[in-house]
């Protein structure tokens, strides 16, 4: 870890993040508050629709802040591997002029999104008080449970990004596959709504399990369903854990052997 | 002559290949394409087994023809490419300046870029803060580092990141043909430093199309052509070979379009004269040299045009002169830079096109840099030249 993350590479990265986040919102008039803004609004919209118009959280403890929480957390996924798989092919003019380890490009572009879901946390938690639910020790198992998404999102974008090279495809596959994933991974649906012999599937997509235990940790409750109280076998229980492990190996992995070609093959 | 020196770049039996673009698969459908006829991959081999050293202190330069893979040889060297075989080790530090202002972003101050620039060429921000009084300065644009990259003008950009370059300290510098920016007097400054960095010792190694430069600031050069060594060495040595390099292509060229060289129809032929109409093929800048051509018409044309190159390629000069009898002198004033120079001359029918092909006069070679009267001349007077006789 200490020569991935040395002096060099870690004035590269700071240089890097900080022109992101300057550049990112110039000359728009409300700037980073966009960071904020955007994923508040679509929580506006969906937390209407799902308790007056179709309401299928009407009888969930604290729906709101459990929907606001997914939508933020399923936001971050989305971003990083979605920012991460262009960015080495947006960064090609570093790529084939300088000689910067190839992975900090990925890395740069997931703590940019790492820095918005910071901003977005703190509105998650505002709006949390706001609920009348008391702070609680429990929060603190937010930060595990971030950095588990974290490193599935890394990993994936790290596939991604060297698939994207070659593969133009890839990013508008990964689109479609993310707003699929939006619906399939209970982020609007509460789990008490889905079918008590589908849940043990459910949980099999790791996002699924992170964002029930992150929900969880929010707001405790006995109804909550997690992974942990669904299923039995302690086996099975880790195989989401499991599958966020393979999918950073095999990005590391592959991004490495391939990055050595990036400059080429942009 | 030097057994005690050390090495800082060495370069072993390196070979480089690139699979052609036209087979890339971009998209799933080509992938799917090429995956069934999987063998029709193009294979461009780039260098053949390229081995030499750099030591510590040289100037070196890297010369060749465009397409050789010297740049390729520069970005294998700079970490950039890997080798498809070879070993490169590096001794020490290296900044590669391949191209200028890497990672630039114009929504970025002045100030900000130094450091972004900086970060990606390997230097930490301690360093950069050691470094960035004196960039600025050298780069004359003091007042204007708060201001954002895109309201400077392009010279401003260009001497921005010129300064950064030339001013980051390490072990080994690399330079791609970045000598060609700014105007004349930011170029003088640079070529002070080129000086400053051999007269201490500094490790540079310089991709350059430009043999004045080479003859000028190199310890040692190589020359690649069709990605081997053509000639490693002395400086002057292997400039020479580049030029004559050049004028072999010339010709070959020449010949591949079909434009017969030297014997053609025309039956012409060119002879250079000194003042004292002494047959001689070298003069001083600045000197008259009489071009003599004699002809003998086998076929109809009005003009013969008269173009001086440089023996690297550069077109120097041309004029059109009428033609009437069997003969024609015509004298120029060879306000040319020291170098090694040739004439063509090319026939044009009353219609205005070329018959006839191509005649290759010979060579010839301006000694000195600067013309005996004209003291102060910077290369900016227009060539002279006087119909002597038809």
Redesign the interface.
């Known amino acids: 870890m200490r020569r991935y993350f040395n002096?060099?590479n870690r004035?590269?990265l700071?240089?890097?993040v900080?022109?992101d986040f300057?550049?990112r919102y110039?000359g728009s008039v409300l700037g980073y508050f966009w960071a904020i803004l955007k994923p508040l609004f679509m929580f506006a919209v969906l937390y209407i629709l799902f308790t007056y118009i179709a309401p299928i959280g009407k009888d969930v403890p604290h729906y709101g802040v459990g929907l606001l929480l997914g939508i933020v957390l399923w936001n971050f996924f989305s971003e990083t591997t979605m920012i991460g798989a262009s960015s080495v092919v947006a960064h090609g003019?570093?790529?084939?002029?300088?000689?910067?380890p190839r992975y900090l490009v990925v890395i740069s572009s997931s703590v940019s999104a790492l820095i918005n879901l910071g901003l977005s946390l703190i509105v998650v938690f505002i709006f949390t008080l706001i609920n009348g639910i008391t702070p609680n020790w429990s929060w603190l198992l937010l930060i595990p449970i971030i950095l588990q998404l974290y490193a599935l999102s890394l990993g994936m974008a790290f596939i991604l990004a060297t698939a994207y090279v070659?593969?133009?495809?890839i990013t508008y596959i990964w689109e479609v596959l993310l707003q699929a994933g939006f619906y399939a991974s209970a982020i609007i649906v509460p789990m008490k709504s889905v079918p008590i012999e589908l849940r043990d599937w459910f949980f099999m997509n790791p996002i699924v399990q992170i964002v029930q235990d992150a929900r969880n940790a929010l707001v405790p409750h006995e109804t909550n369903i997690t992974i942990w109280n669904t299923i039995d076998n302690p086996i099975i229980r880790l195989i989401p854990l499991i599958m966020i492990v393979i999918i950073c190996v095999v990005g590391f992995v592959y991004f490495k052997r391939r990055s050595?070609?990036f400059?080429?093959?942009i | 002559m030097a057994e005690n020196k050390e090495i800082a770049i060495s370069i072993k039996d390196i070979h480089k290949e690139?699979i052609l673009p036209q087979n890339?698969?971009?998209?799933?459908k080509q992938?799917a394409v090429n995956m069934v006829r999987r063998n029709n991959k193009t294979v461009q081999k780039v260098l053949d087994g390229v081995s030499f050293d750099v030591e510590k202190g040289d100037f070196f330069g890297i010369v060749g023809r465009n397409g050789s893979g010297k740049s390729t040889l520069l970005?294998l060297i700079?970490?950039?490419?890997?080798p498809t075989e070879g070993a490169i080790g590096v001794n020490g530090g290296l900044t590669?300046f391949?191209?200028l202002g890497?990672?630039f972003?114009t929504?970025?101050s002045g100030h900000?870029n130094v450091?972004?620039n900086?970060?990606?060429?390997?230097?930490?921000?301690k360093q950069?803060d050691a470094m960035y009084d004196e960039i600025v300065e050298f780069a004359e644009l003091g007042p204007y580092m708060d201001q954002k990259l895109k309201n400077y003008s392009s010279g401003m950009q260009v001497r921005l990141a010129f300064s950064i370059a030339i001013k980051s300290k390490n072990d080994i510098l690399l330079f791609d043909e970045v000598l060609a920016v700014g105007d004349e007097a930011f170029q003088r400054k640079c070529l002070d430093v080129f000086e400053q960095y051999k007269a201490e010792g500094q490790t540079v190694v310089l991709v350059t199309h430009d043999m004045e430069t080479v003859r000028k600031f190199c310890t040692r050069a190589v020359l690649i052509n069709d990605g081997k060594i053509l000639k490693i060495g002395h400086p002057h040595e292997v400039a020479n070979t580049y030029s004559e390099l050049n004028l072999v292509e010339i010709e070959r060229d020449m010949e591949n379009k079909n434009v017969k060289v030297s014997d053609s129809a025309l039956g012409l032929n060119i002879i250079y004269r000194n003042t004292e109409n002494t047959k001689t093929s070298a003069y001083k800048c600045g000197d008259t040299m009489k071009v003599a051509i004699d002809y003998e018409k086998k076929i109809d044309f009005q003009n013969l045009v008269i173009n001086v190159y440089k023996l690297s390629g550069e077109h120097i000069t041309g004029f059109r002169v009428p033609v009437e009898s069997g003969k024609l002198e015509v004298e120029i004033k060879t306000y040319f830079a020291r170098g090694k120079y040739y004439s063509l001359v090319q026939a044009i029918d009353s219609e205005d096109r070329a018959v006839g092909g191509v005649v290759l006069g010979p060579e010839f070679i301006i000694t000195t840099d600067r013309p005996t009267d004209r003291p102060g001349w910077s290369g900016l007077v227009p060539v002279e030249y006087k119909i002597v006789k038809y």
């Open positions: 002096v060099k004035a590269i700071r240089e890097m900080a022109t300057k550049v110039q003019d570093l790529i084939r002029k300088i000689s910067i070659k593969f133009r495809d050595k070609y400059a080429e093959d | 690139f890339k698969s971009n998209s799933l992938l970005k700079a970490g950039v490419y890997s590669p391949i191209e890497v990672g972003n929504e970025l900000d450091y972004l900086g970060a990606l060429l390997g230097f930490s921000r950069m």
